[in-house]
Nanobody, 116 residues
Framework: QVQLVESGGGLVQPGGSLRLSCAAS????????MDWYRQAPGKERELVAS????????VYADSVKGRFTISRDNTKNTVFLQMNSLEPEDTAVYYC?????????WGKGTLVTVSS
């Protein structure tokens, strides 16, 4: 069983920054690609960023390239999402996720609200 717990969300003004964290249980962390998704009100869940097990390769949605950075600390079973230059359109619930043996696991999410 994989458990994922996100933290770090909150209210921030446009142009501000937040850093999300996701703590994962289990020994699988260091061998799994980790993903951040988000779901805005009335919209489908979308992939924001991914990072390979060793951290050597990352993928970003076009909408966040140059503003968001995904990273991981395998010694602490934690993945991060540094979000800079936040825009109102970034308002969403952000989820940490990983695929293990064909099963996708999700955290409960953390709400990010970008508003003045």
């Amino acid at each position: 069983q994989v458990q994922l717990v996100e933290s770090g969300g909150g209210l921030v003004q446009p142009g501000g920054s937040l850093r999300l964290s996701c703590a994962a249980s289990g020994s699988i962390f260091s061998i799994n690609t980790m993903d951040w998704y988000r779901q805005a009100p009335g919209k489908e869940r979308e992939l924001v960023a991914s990072i390979t097990p060793g951290g050597g390769s990352t993928v970003y949605a076009d909408s966040v390239k140059g503003r968001f950075t995904i990273s991981r600390d395998n010694t602490k079973n934690t993945v991060f999402l540094q979000m800079n230059s936040l825009e109102p359109e970034d308002t969403a619930v952000y989820y940490c996720s990983t695929l293990v043996s064909g099963v996708r696991y999700w955290g409960k999410g953390t709400l990010v609200t970008v508003s003045s």
